[in-house]
């Protein structure tokens, strides 16, 4: 890129920069020392504030960059993230948002924690939402190292990494200073800018195609250099069975992890009731549903219009395919139009990995100082002690995704964000589902459920081709590849249930039935809710 494509972005960056650190410090003056504040922003927000919000939170990187890369290096096979991410809240709102919001106080352990011992649940369910949302929060810092490499044409690794680091700062300041409050306007602002965003690309792509959605089909088709098969299931997924079982485990985990993700979850304890959350869940369904019937547009049109070599050439992984395509839309990188465009999404690309990384390290350190501190000090903290303590986890946590996010540069975002739904869906989705429908579930059975799904799934990615085995692992020169599949949730998800069903049967704990009876009551009417 040259300096008349570089500046006008980087101005762009710094005025949404400028207007998130306003929010957060008009955030940290109201009630900052408020556990109910810091964690949940009052419960003071609207369904259809919240529902932008939620959208905000879940429209990543992996989204908006990830999955048009994917779409326009694999046709067809990239279009199962889309699909898969919005046929996920589906689960959420016949399932989990009212029932949680109903059970639950600021994080997932509050809602399992109801009918059981409470220590070692909060421990598990602690540990297993913070790798839940480091996984996550790679992701998005992969992503902005891609997009400012584009941007800056590719010089050097310094730069990435330093941006890297940028965004974690940034991220630490948001949830340190402004806590939930400050994150929910942020999301808010970004929803409206990345919608604006892809619906004025989407309209460009359909123009040049005088709205032909066929010729804009057959056109990447023809570009991709697979012909028809572009358009067809096996790209990526099909080539033998190994790809195939890949398939269903990745689609595994995309429906049935976003139900498991800690930085969704705490999102329904920010609206007063349990009819605000459901309500809350409709608008995000309409606005993230919009959202991806337009990636599928823009993915298929960067491989029309772009071209999967150029994609790839740029970076390797795809990621930066969308930004491309807004270059050639305006007219190409000579031109006015095209310097303008490039800069507005790749300013909306930014604000939208600063305003996911917020939230994502708000729910984290959460979990941190309401469930492993309160739970480790043998006596509950204090709210203004937990306030204290989730300022300071944010720290690390922000210190760790960079390192891991340096180390992961060269991965799809989508991709990436598909093992923290597999851990999600592992660890997380068995707990809360147990807890909520089954009478005789027990505390040992809820340790297990965290357990059995949350090692298992670690321990496939580490075993797995995304580590070790091949050029495009995370250690190239080292071979300790023992799991075929990148995704493990074909295995880890079924032994989540089996495991929390094995440790409830030989528990020599009784069930507390009355217990159970009163958290069936409130999550199903809202009688002593929060």
Known sequence: MTDDHRMPALLLFSVFVAITLAITTWASRNRRGSAEEFYAGGRLFTPMENGFAIAGDYMSAASFLGISGLIA??????MLYSVGFLVAWLVVLFLVAELVRNCGRFTLADVVAARMRERPVRIATGTSSVT?????????????????ALLLGGRGEAARAWTVIGVGALMVIYVSLGGMRATTWIQIVKSVLLLGGTIALTVLVLLRFHGDFDRLLLTAAERSGHGDAFLAPGLR??????ARLDFISLGLALVLGTAGLPHILSRFFTVPTARAARCSVIWAIGLIGGFYL???????GAAAIVG??????????????????????????????????????????????????????????????????????RRHAKPRSEVAVARVAA????????????????????????????????????????????????????????????????????????????PESLIPGIDFQYFP??????????????????????????????KHAETEVRSLTGAGAV
């Open 294 to 300: 337009m990636t599928i547009v823009l993915g298929f």
């Open 237 to 242: 997924y099909g080539g033998d069975w190994t």
């Open 132 to 148: 839940v949302s480091v996984l996550y929060l790679v992701a998005q810092m992969v992503g902005a190292g891609s997009l400012v």
């Open 485 to 514: 599949l990148q995704n493990p949730g074909l295995v880890s998800i079924p032994l989540g249930f089996v495991a929390g069903w094995l440790g409830t049967v030989t528990s020599a704990e009784a069930p507390d039935e009355a």
């Open 73 to 78: 290096l694999f046709g067809y096979d990239g």
């Open 395 to 470: 720290v690390g946590i922000g210190v760790v995704a960079i390192a891991l996010g340096l180390l992961a540069r060269d991965l799809n975002v989508a991709f990436l964000v598909g093992l923290a739904f597999a851990v999600a869906a592992s660890a997380n989705l068995p707990v809360l589902l147990y807890s909520l429908f089954w009478r005789d579930f027990t505390t040992r059975g809820a340790v297990w459920a965290v357990y059995g799904g949350l090692i298992p799934a670690v321990a496939l990615v580490l075993l797995s081709p995304v580590v070790s085995g091949s």
């Open 308 to 377: 999967p070599e150029a994609v790839r050439g740029s970076n390797a992984a795809g990621n930066t395919a969308v930004p491309l395509l807004a270059l050639d839309l305006g007219g190409g990188a000579a031109s006015p139009g095209g310097t303008v465009l490039f800069a507005l999404v790749a300013a909306i690309a930014f604000a939208t990995i600063l305003a996911v990384v917020a939230g994502i390290t708000l729910s984290s350190s959460a979990s941190v100082a309401h469930d492993l501190y309160a739970s480790l000090r």
